[in-house]
């Protein structure tokens, strides 16, 4: 049942826990992947494949764990995905072997294909259309947040072993997964789940595909894609880049990681809702993708720790927005079908994140700064096209 956010706080902040949970497991590792990929000899272009894996075993499991969210509920699906995930990270940490490390990064992305669509789907079942923009500034606040504390706790505990992190993130991790156990409850009746998979008995992921290219939709997840693979590609390089050019330490990337984070959860949970409704999410958007790529571009042109604080600072803010404008304008379309919606919207991620890490670390190898020029290359195309997004398709969908 819709209530409003204020009478849903508990369930909120689990919900938005979970999400903290996955991205805390990647700020944690932030700082110290130049110090892993030292210590085992790997090149930037395996470790640009490690992060892909992660995003190609989610693109696979995506369609279907959209399925079994609106077949067997959101609570199942989470609360599974928080314990493989829980795994993953253990693995990853225990790991001594590439062989055992893309298994790890394989486990975690079918972790993060229950997890990621499983909460937007929840969140979008109880909230208002009107509270919707502003519960998913919160989710982006979350992801956000697990950057800022992440990389802080990551850097630290470090000091005990750089695989140290890892086994931090897989005990929080389970921890979480038995919080929502217990305190979650299924948004949906089994009768409304029943609705929703008659409706999907005849859908395959084919034709779930097929529907994602419809005019309401399409022009949406090619964001979403651009999104994922400008942020994939930027942050999968930036501490190799930080170590390389600049010589930065552990220490000093998770300082700036950690501030320039703090400034995009400031903007996002007291400007985002304001902004939206004076911009609306399509000069939003517009915004945030020449944010993007001026300050991608800017990014091999600088030098010293402020400037790489400054710029690092408003190319994440340009990311942390332009995420929950995309996901609030999707979740409003979906009407019933937040699961379809949310497994959409994490295959085109995946599908982002598999080819922006993947072209980063070779990029890498051959030249430390065409990752970014490239990721500003494709926000560009991103950009034009926002000019084929009419502005009556958004009212139009919202309408409905």
Request: charged fraction near 15%; aromatic fraction near 12%; include cysteine.
């Amino acid at each position: 049942m819709k209530k409003p956010l204020k009478e849903q706080k508990t369930v909120l902040l689990i919900l938005l826990s979970n999400i903290f949970i996955v991205f805390l497991g990647v700020g944690l590792i932030v700082p110290v992947m130049p110090s892993f990929m030292n210590s085992m000899q790997l090149s930037g272009q395996t470790m640009g494949y490690l992060f892909a894996a992660f995003s190609f075993a989610q693109l696979l499991m995506s369609p279907l764990a959209g399925r079994w969210i609106d077949t067997f509920g959101r609570k199942k699906m989470i609360v599974i995905g928080l314990f493989l995930f829980s795994i993953s990270e253990v693995i990853f940490g225990l790991g001594t072997d590439i062989s055992v490390l893309f298994l790890s990064r394989i486990l975690g992305g079918i972790a993060g294909a229950f997890i990621m669509p499983g909460v937007t789907a929840y969140i979008a079942d109880i909230t208002t259309v009107e509270d919707r923009p502003k519960a998913m500034g919160y989710i982006s606040a979350a992801i956000s947040l697990g950057f800022i504390i992440g990389p802080g706790i990551g850097g630290f505990i470090a000091e005990l072993g750089i695989r140290a992190p890892f086994y931090f993130a897989g005990g929080f991790a389970l921890l979480t997964c038995i919080s929502s156990l217990f305190i979650l409850k299924e948004p949906l009746s089994k009768q409304e789940l029943l609705e929703i998979t008659k409706l999907k008995k005849d859908v395959s992921f084919l034709s779930d595909l097929k529907r994602s290219v419809q005019p309401i939709y399409i022009i949406a997840f090619i964001l979403v894609f651009v999104l994922a693979f400008g942020l994939s590609a930027y942050e999968t390089v930036f501490s190799l880049y930080s170590d390389a050019k600049f010589g930065f330490t552990p220490r000093d990337i998770a300082i700036v990681i950690t501030i320039s984070s703090i400034f995009g959860v400031v903007v996002q949970v007291f400007m985002f809702g304001k902004m939206v409704d004076k911009l609306g999410e399509k000069k939003l958007i517009q915004l945030c993708l020449i944010a993007g790529v001026v300050f991608a571009v800017l990014s091999t042109m600088i030098s010293g720790f402020i400037a790489v604080l400054v710029v690092t600072s408003f190319i994440f803010l340009a990311f942390d927005l332009l995420r929950p404008a995309l996901t609030s304008y999707l979740s409003k379309t979906a009407e019933k079908e937040q699961g379809f919606i949310a497994g959409m919207n994490s295959t085109y991620t995946s599908l982002g994140t598999i080819v922006g890490p993947a072209l980063g670390g070779i990029l890498f190898d051959v030249d430390i700064n065409y990752p970014y020029l490239f990721a500003a290359v494709i926000m560009f195309i991103g950009l034009i096209i926002t000019v084929l997004w009419k502005e009556n398709q958004l009212s139009n969908s919202l309408a409905k």
